[in-house]
């Protein structure tokens, strides 16, 4: 599935914020785990397809700030944001993560290319299939 979407995985799209939510239950969910399968159903991969979490942020240490048992930081509202796999993402202590949209989707989208919220997931797919195969150029047929 591609493209911003209301999912029943919980993952919705704001336009105007231009960032997908995922609500998570802190009791049963972790976030490192719902964050991977957020942005592998946003840009249509497969979960071995996305970036290994751990260049980014220790997932254990992620799962342990946010654990429903950490009460302080949901006092606190407490968030942690960094970027990873060309997104920038907040995970928030109630139990939602923000994820952003890549440059790419931001240029699209920017560019009034009649980019409808439909196609945002697909930009990451261009994107990647011109890194296989040396390309940069999207215009550009094989």
Do not use: K
């Amino acid at each position: 599935m591609s493209g911003p979407l209301d999912s029943p995985n919980g993952i919705h799209y704001d336009s105007d914020r231009e960032r997908y939510t995922v609500e998570y239950d802190r009791v049963r969910d972790t976030p490192s785990i719902q964050l991977i399968v957020a942005i592998a159903e946003i840009e249509g991969r497969n979960i071995d397809q996305i970036d290994s979490l751990y260049e980014t942020i220790e997932p254990d240490a992620l799962d342990a700030v946010f654990r429903e048992s950490s009460t302080a930081a949901v006092e606190r509202n407490d968030h942690l944001s960094f970027v990873y796999n060309g997104r920038e993402v907040t995970v928030w202590a109630d139990g939602r993560i923000d994820i952003g949209l890549t440059e790419t989707e931001r240029q699209r989208l920017s560019s009034g290319n009649d980019a409808s919220e439909d196609d945002i997931g697909e930009c990451d797919e261009t994107r990647e299939e011109g890194e296989e195969s040396g390309e940069r150029d999207e215009s550009t047929e094989e």
